[in-house]
């Protein structure tokens, strides 16, 4: 096998199969890279038998030559070798030669490496997914779909299946939802399917944070295609297989209170701001608790006592109050993620009482809420 490839796109491949490549396996053949080079181009992939992420780097892209096929050909490469050294390598040009027993040249300029490869038969094969029913949903949509919800999985393996994100499609709505039992985020979107199928799976936090990162914030369509036990994303040049988590997802459609007793309209911004600032010296105490009160004339106060290091409030001036008077704990933390999690300048808060989980909304978009369960201060 041997071919000359631009150094950007081949840096770029490695960078996004590397996030699938774990150093801690039981299968050593995992911690390398498999290359493939056929007439096409050449595909790279990294798997760590949860995430598997297939990348292809094509001869030649919008009529700019990208590789030059001298030999076809296969081998697996130690992965965090060979992105150490095809990030530093010195040219704009990489040549890859794979010799007797798989041992592999890369030559740039005048940097010439030597790296004891693999034979890639022994690779494990990725899933074969009949793809049958897809759905599209843009780059951008998707990206902050995850980021929305993904911060609410449960990072405890007690309920393993909190780990993950739930994601049911009904037609052409996709609602995805997770938890960890003490705060809840869900976010809907609109998808372009060509049937009106139903799914209900959970996918890995982990997964989907993984292939976030590597998502561009453009409008071009990702495909998904959700089987039993996995599910594919399809962008132009890569293939995402995750595994999805065994067991069912508790209903969460009950956590969210249909009624509300105190209706609060404020300004993200001053609110997120005073609860950090709250949240200065509930860090050093217990759980990290601020404590917000309605005071007359719409003003809201927000409080947070350590007794070992002191206190702090502030008042924050609300848009409008509607309903009974309140004081509510509720975890900083929490309620950070949560306000940056949203998008939109103003947001509506409905308490059900003292000891009820609350919702946050923004009020130009329904289709996201975050939901928090409020803390006992006695």
């Known amino acids: 096998m041997k071919f000359i490839i631009q150094k950007d796109y081949l840096v770029q491949s490695v960078q996004d199969v590397m996030k699938a490549v774990s150093s801690r396996t039981t299968i050593p053949i995992l911690t390398g890279i498999k290359l493939v080079v056929n007439e096409e181009g050449v595909t790279l992939t990294g798997s760590d038998s949860d995430i598997s992420i297939e990348s292809f780097i ?10 030059e096929i001298i030999k076809t050909g296969s081998v697996v490469l ?6 150490e050294i095809v990030k530093k390598l010195p040219k704009e040009t990489v040549e890859v030669e794979v010799q007797n027993h798989f041992s592999t040249i890369i030559r740039s300029g005048k940097a010439e490496f030597n790296l004891n490869g693999l034979d890639a038969e022994e690779y494990p094969h990725l899933p074969q997914i009949e793809e049958e029913n897809v759905f599209k949903i843009p780059n951008d949509l998707l990206k902050n779909m995850i980021r929305q919800t993904v911060f609410a999985v449960s990072t405890s393996e007690t309920r393993p299946i909190l780990t993950g994100v739930n994601w049911r499609v009904d037609g052409k709505e996709l609602t995805c939802v997770a938890t960890d039992s003490h705060r809840l985020a869900s976010r809907k979107a609109t998808i372009q399917s060509e049937n009106d199928s139903s799914y209900n799976v959970v996918i890995p936090g982990k997964s989907l944070s993984e ?10 369509l990702v495909d998904i295609v959700i089987t039993e036990n996995q599910v594919l994303f399809k962008t132009k040049h890569l293939l995402f297989f995750s595994r999805l988590l065994d067991g069912n997802y508790p209903d969460t459609s009950r956590l969210i209170p249909n009624e509300s007793k105190t209706d609060v309209i404020l300004n993200v911004k001053e609110f997120l701001q005073s609860i950090d600032r709250a949240s200065l010296l509930a860090r050093e105490g217990r759980n990290n608790v601020v404590k917000l009160s309605t ?18 409030i502030e008042e924050v001036q609300s848009e409008s109050i509607e309903g009974e008077e309140l004081k509510i704990s509720f975890s900083a933390k929490y309620m950070l993620d949560a306000l940056k999690a949203l998008e939109g300048s103003t947001i509506k808060i409905n308490f059900t009482g003292a000891m009820r989980p609350f919702v946050i909304k923004t009020v130009e978009d329904d289709s996201m809420l975050q939901l928090i369960l409020p803390v006992r201060t006695y």
């Open 58 to 67: 094509p001869n030649e892209d919008e009529g700019k030559e990208i590789v």
């Open 78 to 83: 130690p992965a965090r070798f060979f992105s």
């Open 211 to 220: 292939f976030s990162k590597i998502l561009d914030d453009s409008n071009e």
């Open 295 to 312: 005071l007359p004339d719409g003003v809201i106060e927000i409080s947070s006592n350590s007794p070992e290091i002191g206190k702090v």
